[in-house]
């Protein structure tokens, strides 16, 4: 409730960086473009905070094979169990699994004692799973230490997003490319470009989707990356009325179904590994 206060308060001295910030839009110096001449990349990317989130992945999986999207699903491998029969499920069926921290109680980045302590057991978590992506809980961030976890691509940034713990946009609507420092490995950064769906509608108690549509049309203008990060915890799915922290599901359908009636063939619809993969070995800038 004081979040959502605070929120609130800071919503309106936002409005011109939030939902969009102007100077996000400038692309990669020399940018070539998406594959197959593709106007814009669409990512879907789902962050799984509790159990009650992951008892609901398998709902969210099938909504988006009936309308034919793929997405990752990032797990917090020390807060619930996370089911192995899950993630072989999901990757059964052309799904992505990634990390999602360690523990989810926000002090991954403390000190860097502390980083390096919990960096080896999440580097742990990745090599069994066979993941090769990584996204911080909220949203924390110190790009040069994550560069030594052993992954591809971090996503845990963002384009413009004030109302976050630590605040800190990277101010683009593209991937970059980060230096490994002591670590020789690159990595490549995917930031969402879409507000995020706990601050839309359980923060600010959106009942549309609208600022989504109007961001996604926006980033989609720009020959951009619009990637999405939803978390099936708040999701309620079918008719029931949603709890105090849930939102219709349907929501997130719509702006599925919206994508495909607006832009269909305009868009590269990919896994966060497969752009990363991209961005390295076809440096389209």
């Not at 619930?80 to 499920?89: K, M, N």
């Not at 990595?187 to 109007?214: A, C, G, H, R």
């Not at 063939?265 to 990363?276: F, I, R, T």
Request: with cysteine; proline share 7%.
């Amino acid at each position: 409730m004081l979040r959502r206060t605070l929120i609130m308060r800071k919503r309106s001295a936002c409005q011109n960086v939030w939902p969009i910030d102007q100077k996000s839009s400038v692309p990669p110096n020399g940018w070539n473009g998406w594959p197959e001449g593709k106007k814009f990349a669409l990512v879907l990317t789902h962050d799984v905070d509790t159990a009650k989130g992951h008892a609901r992945c398998e709902q969210l999986m099938n909504l988006e094979i009936r309308l034919g999207f793929r997405s990752s699903f990032n797990f917090v491998p020390e807060r619930y169990t996370v089911s192995p029969e899950l993630r072989s499920l999901l990757e059964a069926n052309d799904f992505e699994v990634g990390v999602h921290g360690l523990r989810h109680d926000g002090n991954l980045f403390a000190s860097r004692e502390k980083f390096q302590s919990e960096a080896a057991r999440i580097n742990g978590y990745l090599k069994e799973w066979r993941a090769v992506g990584f996204r911080a809980p909220c949203m924390y961030h110190n790009l040069e230490w994550i560069a030594e976890l052993d992954i591809e691509y971090d996503a845990s940034t963002f384009d413009t997003d004030p109302f976050e713990p630590q605040p800190d946009g990277v101010g683009t609507i593209f991937p970059f490319l980060v230096p490994g420092g002591s670590n020789p490995r690159k990595y490549v950064e995917l930031p969402y470009t879409l507000p995020q769906d706990f601050t839309l509608f359980i923060m600010m108690k959106e009942t549309t989707n609208d600022i989504w549509k109007s961001k996604l049309d926006w980033v989609v203008s720009h020959g951009g990356m619009v990637l999405v990060n939803t978390h099936p915890d708040y999701m309620r799915f079918g008719d029931a009325k949603p709890g105090i922290e849930e939102y219709q599901a349907a929501l997130y359908e719509d702006l599925l179904g919206y994508v495909q009636r607006q832009y269909a063939g305009q868009y590269w619809h990919a896994l966060p590994k497969s752009v990363a993969r991209f961005w390295i070995r076809e440096k389209p800038w």
